[in-house]
Every structure is written in C-alpha cells, then in structure tokens.
C-alpha cells in the first residue's frame, strides 16, 4: 500500500488509514500539524529532500513520536520544532528505525522541568540506524538513553546548546564517521554507565570537550 499527501489526505490522515507496512510519499512543502504526531505502526515516509519537504509543529512535547511493533523509516525529510515552547523534534521509543538524510531542528528544553530539547531523542529499546542526517538548533542534536542501542554513521550534529550527541543510561550501539562541532559544550558526551563504541568521529569547534566521558561510562 502507498499513499501521496496532498492527493487526498493530510499528513495526520494518511498516517491513520495506512495498513501497517504502507510507503506514504510526501512531495516538496511544509507539512504544518495541528498537534504532535505518534506514529504507532510499521511505516515509510519518504520526501523529496530535508531542503524541501518539511513536517512543521509549534506545539509541547514533540514532533513526532515513534512507537512501533517492527520497522519504521524515514528519508529525505525535515522535521521541525517551531517557537518557543518546549519540546523535542523526534522522539523513538520502540521498533527498528531508519533516518536517512533527515534534518532534527528547533528541539527547545524547558529547563525547569527538564524535559524537551533534543532533536532525536532514543530511548526505552529501539534499534535501529541513523545516517547521514542532521541535527543542528537544538539543546542536544541525538540522545541516547535507556537500553536504545542505535548507529548513527556519517551524521552532522553542529550548533547545538549542549552536545552534539549525548549517551546516558545504558544505551549503547556504534557512532561512526559523525560530525560534532561548533556545539556550545561538547562534541560527543558519553554519561553513567553508558558503553557506546566511538569510531573515526570529528569533532571541532566545541566550546568544552569534543569527546566527553562522566560517571561510569566507557
């Protein structure tokens, strides 16, 4: 099953009618949503590049959340948190996901509540890879936490408030050939008891740490 948006549906709808498995395409444009998006089933989206199609939202929480029972993927798409409210950009939580050449901008945190911020956050058990995207504006470009245990490979994580990509909790997986720099602390931050394996990353420009280890990280 495949669905285009804007041939009858919005993005909201097309994402409700499609059987579980289904590719939806999304041509150039912005894609403005009426509240956050939970994606809960087995989907593709697929835009015509992060310069041109753009799924926009200015309310709390998140952008988009993924929370699937199989694989979820997502290319050639801009994800965006807009105004001053706070809330992450992408949020996953369960499933296999895949981000190819995708941007995360605009994630703001609230720092009294400690919550919102990141532009991909990772948590709870998702798997999954991360390639060649982009996270920049954000508190933290990519979060990774609980038992995630993600590869992000040929990603650039610059200009965030905090990290370029940050590990807490136990998560793990592989970072390999990102890019960090010209974040406002470090490059790449690696918490607790966190055991990611770092590979032939570049990081310059941070203001801190371009590689940072705290706790009982390794």
């Not at 949503?33 to 998140?62: A, F, H, N, Q, Y």
């Not at 532009?119 to 890879?129: A, I, P």
């Not at 990509?165 to 690696?190: H, L, M, P, Q, W």
Request: hydrophobic share 35%; proline share 3%.
């Amino acid at each position: 099953m495949s669905l285009k948006v804007g041939d009858r549906y919005t993005l909201e709808e097309a994402i409700q009618v499609a059987l579980p498995g289904a590719t939806i395409y999304l041509k150039a444009g912005i894609y403005p949503l009426s509240r956050p998006l939970t994606v809960d089933k087995p989907l593709t989206l697929i835009g015509e590049g992060m310069e041109s199609t753009r799924i926009v939202c200015d309310k709390e929480g998140w952008v988009m959340m993924v929370s699937v029972d199989g694989v979820f993927s997502a290319k050639d798409i801009a994800f965006v948190h807009e105004g001053e409210r706070w809330g992450d950009v992408v949020q996953a939580n369960k499933g296999e996901i895949s981000f190819v050449r995708c941007l995360f901008t605009g994630g703001v945190r609230d720092e009294a509540n400690r919550r919102g911020g990141d532009g991909l956050w990772l948590y709870g058990t998702v798997r999954g890879k991360i390639i060649d995207c982009q996270a920049t504006g954000n508190a933290t470009g990519i979060r990774v936490s609980e038992n995630a245990q993600p590869a992000l490979e040929g990603n650039t994580c610059s200009k965030n408030k905090v990290a370029g990509i940050a590990y807490f909790g136990n998560s793990s997986g592989i970072a390999r050939k990102n890019i960090c720099n010209e974040n406002e602390v470090d490059g790449i931050y690696v918490d607790k008891q966190a055991q990611p394996t770092l590979e032939s990353n570049t990081c310059s420009k941070n203001k801190v740490a371009g590689i940072a280890y705290g706790g009982n990280s390794s």
